[in-house]
């Protein structure tokens, strides 16, 4: 049977135009895979990415924090929540390192930051500049009041419950956006970045410590001695406070002087009951 040119050309359109139809899918609100991605040293920002997680059903969670964090690749058709603290506006560094380990192919994201109080600066649109590095593309953002993981009067007991309504409402308009074409947001922030700087806590060990490890384990540079917890690496820690709040004894502790000049600093700048914004 002699195949027409006519034929070829029904063919070809109709394989194409399922294409079209399929491809539109995947991002169209059917979703192929959700992920919960969060750098969180103390615990805040993973609480509040998996709150806005479960307006999207199941999803599988990536700590970024875990030294033994394997890479990652996600498709076109997934959706990932990735949330990420401000570290004096700007993001951490180890939480830009293992990142890296993921890959996307135009994957639709949703940037979420915490911060405690004072201000983001350049933390989102570095989030940003990163997610879309690794073939991400950023359809939405959330920049979450938290309370500080130092001065902890700041801002306490933030997020609250008013701030969950806030990010349920806005998951919802998510969801909308995943229905439709996938565009990129914009966010603020300087793309000439602020400098980067490390306050150091000279992290304090009490006798109650009973050596444990448990610090050492679930310190995300791994600053923290195995073979003696109380001796921590003043140089590789990065001040995040994780080891403090998961010490079972309370035996950890920033250094009071610098704890309490950081909290005095804050109180003078910072305003309370700050409004959490979305883009």
């Given at each position: 049977?002699?195949?027409?040119?006519?034929?070829v050309?029904?063919?070809?359109?109709?394989?194409?135009?399922?294409?079209?139809?399929?491809?539109?899918?995947?991002?169209?609100?059917?979703?192929?895979?959700?992920?919960?991605?969060?750098?969180?040293?103390?615990?805040?920002?993973?609480?509040?990415?998996?709150?806005?997680?479960?307006?999207?059903?199941?999803?599988?969670?990536?700590?970024?924090?875990?030294?033994?964090?394997?890479?990652?690749?996600?498709?076109?058709?997934?959706?990932?929540?990735?949330?990420?603290?401000?570290?004096?506006?700007?993001?951490?560094g180890?939480?830009?390192?293992?990142?890296?380990?993921?890959?996307?192919?135009?994957?639709p994201?949703?940037?979420?930051?915490?911060?405690?109080?004072?201000?983001?600066?350049?933390?989102?649109?570095?989030?940003?500049?990163?997610?879309?590095?690794?073939?991400?593309?950023?359809?939405?953002?959330?920049?979450?009041?938290?309370?500080?993981?130092?001065?902890?009067?700041?801002?306490?007991?933030?997020?609250?419950?008013?701030?969950?309504?806030?990010?349920?409402?806005?998951?919802?308009e998510?969801?909308?956006r995943?229905?439709?074409?996938?565009?990129?947001?914009?966010?603020?922030?300087?793309?000439t970045?602020?400098?980067?700087?490390?306050?150091?806590?000279?992290?304090?060990?009490?006798?109650?410590?009973m050596?444990?490890?448990?610090?050492?384990?679930?310190?995300?540079?791994?600053?923290?001695?195995?073979?003696?917890?109380?001796?921590?690496?003043?140089?590789?820690?990065?001040?995040?406070?994780?080891?403090?709040?998961?010490?079972?004894?309370?035996?950890?502790?920033?250094?009071?002087?610098?704890?309490?000049m950081i909290?005095?600093k804050?109180k003078m700048?910072?305003?309370?009951?700050?409004?959490?914004e979305?883009?």
């Amino acid at each position: 049977m002699w195949v027409t040119t006519e034929r070829v050309g029904y063919w070809r359109e109709y394989f194409l135009g399922k294409l079209k139809i399929y491809s539109g899918e995947l991002l169209k609100g059917k979703i192929m895979a959700n992920y919960n991605v969060y750098f969180s040293p103390t615990g805040t920002t993973e609480r509040v990415v998996k709150h806005m997680g479960e307006s999207f059903g199941s999803m599988e969670n990536i700590d970024l924090s875990r030294r033994d964090m394997k890479n990652h690749e996600m498709k076109q058709g997934d959706f990932c929540i990735v949330g990420v603290p401000s570290f004096g506006g700007r993001v951490p560094g180890i939480a830009t390192e293992r990142l890296r380990k993921m890959k996307g192919g135009r994957t639709p994201a949703f940037l979420l930051v915490t911060y405690g109080g004072r201000a983001y600066e350049d933390t989102l649109v570095e989030w940003k500049d990163v997610l879309e590095a690794q073939g991400f593309v950023c359809i939405g953002a959330a920049a979450i009041v938290a309370e500080h993981s130092i001065a902890h009067q700041i801002e306490a007991g933030r997020p609250s419950a008013q701030d969950y309504d806030e990010l349920d409402t806005f998951a919802a308009e998510v969801k909308e956006r995943l229905k439709g074409n996938v565009c990129p947001v914009e966010v603020p922030g300087n793309r000439t970045y602020k400098e980067y700087k490390v306050l150091p806590m000279d992290i304090q060990v009490s006798d109650e410590c009973m050596g444990c490890g448990s610090c050492a384990e679930s310190c995300p540079v791994g600053a923290i001695s195995f073979e003696d917890p109380k001796m921590t690496n003043g140089e590789a820690c990065i001040s995040c406070m994780r080891c403090v709040e998961i010490c079972p004894q309370s035996a950890r502790s920033g250094n009071p002087e610098k704890v309490q000049m950081i909290s005095e600093k804050l109180k003078m700048i910072c305003q309370p009951d700050k409004a959490n914004e979305f883009f």
